[in-house]
């Protein structure tokens, strides 16, 4: 490097604008392991606080995508295009939008993630399918896409492998909260995966990353910002996650879910239905020209036809998936030991705490704490009523499911029972997209 990175952390303490070059010699350093983890995570900490400019963000962002593999697309008869989520509580939206943007014409190639905490990651939910191949190689990952239009798999290792490294990092040097660092992270893997539209869904609330509406707005102008800077259609919608998505918290129980949405079978949870329409629309808008009306009348005329579930059945059949073996092992929530909770009271429920449901999953099964831990795939919450239904005594506000911690449903359903609260009037109706 032509600066030292000792001047540099001087520079960035004291609040300076660093060059991009400086930023791309750093990044292309720390990536072959000529940069010491001690100063990394002093730079990580110097831009926590100091911050960075746009420019210094963009160029952390593409020094991180060009640190691996980039994909190109360009063989593809259709445009790209991509949504990804900063992670909510029952958040299958992916399941549904991929599927439904593809089958209106759109190539979707989704390198997604496995969860770690609370949430859990769209390759754990879709290797609830028996044989669902998660871990495709980037040249089947390929083929899947050229032949249905759609691909769900876990990033390989050949992506920003700078954002593998600085972000493990990060986790255990209290660097993750800072917004220039999360777009560089977010957008080097979505730029390297090479949709040609990008579209994010920003969580804000109590299930979230993002807790303000002022914090998910600041990530949702700079992810945008930034992949606009890359050379990327992009728009951004924020989000409300004090609430669960749909009636599914878990990672079986919320691929029913997205197929009962993608069939139209049973009670259609809205939330989950009209923000899949909205981002497969931005989706359909931003890369094919249409007007977005337009595109939300096709995406829900796709979903009503079947052609989004055929797209989801083929792709799922491509990567090795038995689907009719899952819908038949999982109707009614499969034959794992399960609990139902059932309320004392007359009311409308006012609220149903994210945030409590996600614990009471994770302590199911449902998720991992560390990389390496196994997860329970039938593990998890099925609400049975939703925001502003009405319930009476002794009805069931929900079922609990746990295989390998059944052991724990009885104190799961008490600590389950704490999440809703209920009113004697009906409670306002919920603002799903907040910005
Ligand atoms: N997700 C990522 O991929 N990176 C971050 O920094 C935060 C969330």
Redesign the pocket.
Known sequence: METPIKILLDRKREGRELAVSEIRALIAAYTKGEVPDYQMAAFAMAVCCRGMTAQETLALTESMRDSGSCLDWSDLLRPTADKHS??GVGDKLSLIIQPLAASCGVAVPSLT?RGLGLTGGTADKLESIPGYNASLSLADFKRVVADCGCSMTVQTAEIAPA?KKL?AL?DVTGT?P?IP??????LS?KLAEGAGTLVFDVKCGKGA?MQTPDQAQALAEALVNGAKGAGRKAAALVTAMDEPLGFAVGNALEVKEAIDVLKGEGRQPEDVVSLSVEFAALMLSLAKGFDLETSRARCRENLANGKAYAVFAEMVRLQGGDLARFEAENRDGGDAPSLELKVERAGYVASIDAQQVARVAFALGAGRAKTDDAIDPAAGVRLAVTHGDAVSPGQPVAKLFARTKSAGLEAAAADLAAAFSFTAEPPPPRRLVLA
Do not use: E, N, P, Q
């Open positions: 900063t992670g993630g954002d972000y990060r993750v800072s660092l999360i777009v560089a992270s977010i893997k990353f």
